[in-house]
């Protein structure tokens, strides 16, 4: 059975840094490019980054790029977003996603606020 | 990337009625894997259909989804009180998914 669990969510002020984690299991998780998508209170869903197996690949939108940075960790079957630089409308839950082999699996999420 | 248009933005129907929303992409959809999602307020968005026609586990058959290329179709045959809410749209057969902005399900 797949599953992702993410961590790492929490309240920061703008400025800040905050690193997200997600704990893969279920599947072989090298083999998979990985997703991180958010949702913002009362708004829809949004890709933010991916980065395909090996690395070889990564993908940022235009609202996080040079700020976040996503990383993974095949021996640790686990992924990363780095967030830096954080403003008010990062302010989101960010969701860890995997294609598998016909439908997408997500993870339950991790709240992350910005507010000084 | 697929850029996802829903229409319309928020349907009006009673219970019992049939909603059917409609899902269009800027360019074709690879191997049809167009997913649906039903979001109510406060809730992760719970998948509903896969492979554009596929129910996702433990989901109605008053769900159905169709289409193929770049037009896709949720059907609900006929709405329970539950139904209401905002669903989306997303290709994930090419990255980065993207997903549509919504149709809003709301009593008439």
């Known amino acids: 059975e797949v599953q992702l669990v993410e961590s790492g969510g929490g309240l920061v002020q703008p400025g800040g840094s905050l690193r997200l984690s997600c704990a893969a299991s279920?599947?072989?998780?090298?083999?998979?490019?990985m997703n991180w998508v958010r949702q913002a209170p009362g708004k829809g869903l949004e890709c933010v980054s991916y980065?395909?197996?090996?690395?070889?690949?990564?993908y940022y939108s235009d609202s996080v790029k040079g700020r976040f940075t996503i990383s993974r960790d095949d021996a640790k079957n686990s992924l990363y977003l780095q967030m830096n630089s954080l403003r008010d409308e990062d302010t989101a839950v960010y969701y860890c996603?995997?294609?598998?082999?016909?439908?997408?699996?997500w993870g339950q999420g991790t709240l992350v606020t910005v507010s000084s | 990337e697929i850029v996802l248009t829903q229409s319309p933005g928020t349907l009006s129907l009673s219970p019992g009625e049939r909603a059917t929303l409609s899902c269009r992409a800027s360019?074709?959809?690879?191997?049809?894997?167009l997913a649906w999602y039903q979001q109510k307020p406060g809730q992760a968005p719970r998948l509903l259909i896969f492979?554009?026609?596929s129910r996702a586990t433990g989901i109605p058959d008053r769900f159905s989804g169709s289409g193929s290329g770049t037009d896709f179709t949720l059907t609900i045959s006929r709405l329970e009180p539950e139904d209401f809410a905002v669903y989306y749209c997303?290709?994930?057969?090419?990255?980065?998914?993207?997903f549509g902005q919504g149709t809003k399900v709301e009593v008439k």
């Open positions: 996603a995997v294609q598998g082999v016909r439908r997408p699996f």
């Open positions: 279920g599947f072989t998780f090298s083999n998979y490019i």
């Open positions: 980065i395909s197996s090996s690395s070889s690949t990564i």
């Open positions: 360019q074709s959809v690879s191997s049809s894997y």
């Open positions: 492979g554009a026609s």
């Open positions: 997303q290709q994930y057969g090419s990255s980065p998914w993207t």
